[in-house]
């Protein structure tokens, strides 16, 4: 059975942490061919070709697909689907504005956000928050699905697979680029970070949010933030980490000033250790810390940073 | 222009939900239910644009069971002018796919002719995120999902949305599915006397074949059960403490 998988491409260059992640999930499904679209997407598609496990590379280059605008990306991958039962896609944001798009071309249901891979036609995925775990079985010819990457290890390299491109549809022109605000940051990517440091409410201010920033630092950790500490203007929109931020599942996550609300839980309580910094004992971060400090985080952070090496 | 509202009947955010013993669902019964909090974001702008001038009528839709009146009188009281009920369900515990809703939805605007539709990102039952661009789709429109930002001028309307590398401003064609996210604006409370108000407004009521769409679900649930629970944690008694413990552990 053949696997379309949807390379993560960002600017031309692959996203190679969430392709191989979602790879590994394609894999389990059939043999994958990887469509790498963009108005720049031939080096992208020399590097999935190096992925371990891909049989086949496309590449399809053309304006229409710059910046990933859904209307033209979605009529491209529609118009591949004849020749493959399954669509996957990581569960980015460029794949939830597409993927959902592309199933209602072909009138099949998208099954977002899956967390595990029963067989071909079984998923499991998250639902109110991660509160529930469901397992849903399609009975649509095509399964179009979008897959959460923090749940799957990334494939390796070693691949050589053979690279087409694909022609390119007309230009719908329902929609154009106007521009992108991208923070640039030497930090470690959110999603793929080992260690992830969070802040919150709690840290009262964006000029105090450089304490979360400066244990981040130390130990080579991405930052992350609660909805709340985003809203109040104290850290940006890419940083928030929850149900409707990102999903991250590092080897350590700490968080700071941060309550622990189901929709906060959501995105980070399947981190393999869990550190929670707050003053008030009864907050519900505790109940899925492994190790919990009661304390002022003016006190404990600067401290912290400082007993690290 | 009218702008058309879909807002969904979810269990309230702030419930803590709890899987049933028989793997068959969440229980909904007797639960505190409440607008999806995306869509009070879009039925909010939806009123903004008409305080402004730039929407004359402003049309809330629900889809799902006979309770979801409720909704649609809270969408009223916000300020909508209009409510359309499609009933697709009895059972409280039966979730109207989003390609099922998009159908029904495409249906509706085939009558009322909308210029715009503001949804929600993501219904916070299933956690979807797919309704606006499905619904997008099957009527051939532009879309600008995850807005944070949307001015409407003229022909088109500039969408600043939340994506994960930080912000991308698209300039997308009228009509236009924008589906909102938690930063476009902050939900008014309806006022007592826009609560009474409300009850007198339209709602009409129609069923799913009124429309002739299909809702047999395209996804079997097969069970759902809880997330595996993490093991107890401790509390450290200083930061000396934790340093220790996390180098114990091999997490630094
Ligand atoms: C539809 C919807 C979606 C949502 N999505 C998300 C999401 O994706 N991500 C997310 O995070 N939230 C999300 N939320 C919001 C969520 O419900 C909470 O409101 C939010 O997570 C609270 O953030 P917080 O913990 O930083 O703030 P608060 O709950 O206000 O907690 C602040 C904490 O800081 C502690 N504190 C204060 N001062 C100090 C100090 N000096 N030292 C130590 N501790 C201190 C306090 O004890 C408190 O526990 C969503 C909500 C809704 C309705
Ligand atoms: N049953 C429904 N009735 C009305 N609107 C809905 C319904 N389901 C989804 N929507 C709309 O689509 C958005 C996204 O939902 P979903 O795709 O299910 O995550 C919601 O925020 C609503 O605006």
Redesign the interface.
């Known amino acids: 059975m053949a696997v379309l998988l949807i390379a993560e491409v960002t600017n031309g260059e692959l996203a190679m942490d969430a392709t191989a992640k979602a790879l590994t999930a394609a894999k389990a499904l059939g043999d994958v061919t990887v469509l790498a679209a963009g108005a720049h997407a031939a080096s992208a598609g020399e590097a999935a070709a190096k992925l371990d496990g891909v049989a086949k590379v496309l590449v399809a280059e053309d304006a229409s697909l710059g910046h990933r605008l859904a209307e033209a990306t979605a009529a491209l991958i529609a118009g591949l689907a004849d020749d493959y039962e399954h669509i996957v896609a990581p569960a980015t944001t460029d794949a939830k504005n597409v993927m959902p798009r592309v199933a209602a071309l072909l009138d099949v249901m998208v099954i977002s956000d899956v967390s595990g891979v029963v067989d071909g036609s079984t998923f499991e995925r998250p639902i109110y928050a991660g509160n529930a775990v469901q397992t849903v079985k399609s009975s649509d010819a095509k399964k179009v699905v979008t897959i959460r990457t923090s749940t799957f290890d990334a494939a390796g390299e070693g691949g050589a697979a053979s690279v087409d491109t694909v022609p390119v549809g007309d230009n719908p022109g329902l929609s154009e680029w106007v521009e992108d605000k991208v923070a640039e940051s030497d930090r470690p990517e959110l999603t793929s970070a080992g260690v992830v440091v969070s802040g919150g409410r709690g840290v009262g201010s964006e000029e105090d949010f450089h304490l979360i920033e400066k244990l981040a630092d130390k130990l080579g950790a991405a930052v992350g933030a609660s909805r709340a500490a985003v809203d109040s203007g104290y850290a940006p929109n890419d940083w928030q980490v929850g149900q409707t931020g990102k999903v991250v599942a590092p080897d350590l996550y700490i968080a700071v000033g941060i309550s622990g609300a189901i929709q906060h839980l959501a995105g980070m309580k399947d981190s393999k250790v869990i550190v929670a910094i707050n003053k008030d004992e009864e907050a519900p971060i505790f109940q899925v810390a492994d190790y919990g400090l009661v304390a002022d985080l003016f006190t404990a952070v600067p401290e912290l940073t400082e007993k690290l090496d | 222009m009218k702008v058309l509202v879909p807002v969904k009947r979810v ?1 309230d ?1 702030n419930v ?2 709890r ?1 049933k013993a028989d793997g068959s669902g ?1 229980d909904l019964a007797n639960v505190k239910m409440s607008m999806n909090p995306f869509d009070e974001i879009a039925v909010e702008e939806a009123i903004r644009l008409k305080e402004a001038g730039k929407a004359e009528e402003v049309i809330a839709v629900s889809i799902g069971v006979k309770q979801a009146q409720e909704t649609l009188r809270t969408a009223l009281a916000m300020g909508a002018d209009r409510a359309i009920l499609v009933v697709a369900a009895d059972d409280v515990h039966t979730d109207i ?3 099922a809703v ?1 159908k029904i939805l495409k249906a509706v605007i085939d009558e009322e002719q909308p210029g715009l539709v503001l949804c929600g ?2 219904a ?15 009527l051939g ?6 807005a ?1 930002k949307l001015d409407i001028e003229g022909d088109h309307a ?1 969408v600043t ?13 009228m009509p236009t599915i924008v589906s909102v ?3 476009l604006n902050e939900p008014r409370y309806a006022s007592l006397p826009n609560i009474m108000k409300a009850k007198k407004k339209p709602l009409d009521e129609k069923t799913a074949a009124d429309y002739g769409v299909d809702v047999t ?11 595996p629970a ?2 107890a ?4 008694g ?3 403490e ?2 220790a ?2 180098k114990e ?1 091999g ?2």
């Open positions: 269990i955010y803590k939900v899987v969440v796919e989003p390609l998009a990102k993501q916070i039952d299933n956690d979807m995120n797919a309704t606006g661009q499905m619904l997008s789709a099957l429109w532009s879309q600008a999902t995850f944070s500039l949305r939340e994506v994960d590398g930080g912000l991308q401003t698209i300039k997308v064609k996210d938690l930063r679900p395209r996804l079997e649930i097969v069970k759902t059960e809880e997330p993490r093991a944690g401790i509390i450290v200083s930061v000396d934790l340093v413990k996390l552990a997490a630094v």
